[in-house]
């Protein structure tokens, strides 16, 4: 399972860092994803990365404020999330799954495994 932690609410322009814990699996083989969820919008892929010195896919939406560092020996992926837009607001979800992360962010593949999800707000 993954077990995630962070969030809350955040003014605009602020940061934020999300936590990812693998669970009773060895995530060193699978990609690791970030995923939001807007109400009333279909869940899309933020951040996504295969091993800890592949490239990163990110979104266009969060290129240049969002990185997604991975550390195997603590079987933690992060949400690093700066400047922070009011279009950011939703529930944010780690996803693991034996793919690229291209296929995996764009939502080509069914993510095995989720996180429970946590709340992020940027508002004023």
């Given amino acids: 399972q993954l077990v995630q932690s962070g969030g809350g609410l955040v003014q605009p322009g602020g940061s934020l ?3 990812c814990v693998a669970s009773g699996f060895s995530m060193d083989y699978y990609a690791i994803g970030w995923f939001r969820q807007a109400p009333g919008k279909e869940r899309e892929g933020v951040a996504c990365i295969a091993n800890p010195r592949a490239t990163p896919y990110y ?21 690093e999330m700066n400047n922070l837009k009011p279009e950011d607001t ?3 979800l780690c996803g693991a799954e034996l793919a ?19 709340q992020v707000t940027v508002s004023s």
């Fill in 100 to 118: 690229t992360v291209q296929a995996m962010c764009n939502r080509e593949v069914e993510i095995g495994t989720w996180g429970q999800g946590t």
């Fill in 17 to 19: 860092r999300l936590s």
């Fill in 59 to 79: 979104a266009d939406s969060v290129k240049g404020r969002f990185i997604i560092p991975r550390d195997n020996a603590e079987k933690t992926v992060y949400l």
């Fill in 90 to 92: 939703g529930v944010y």
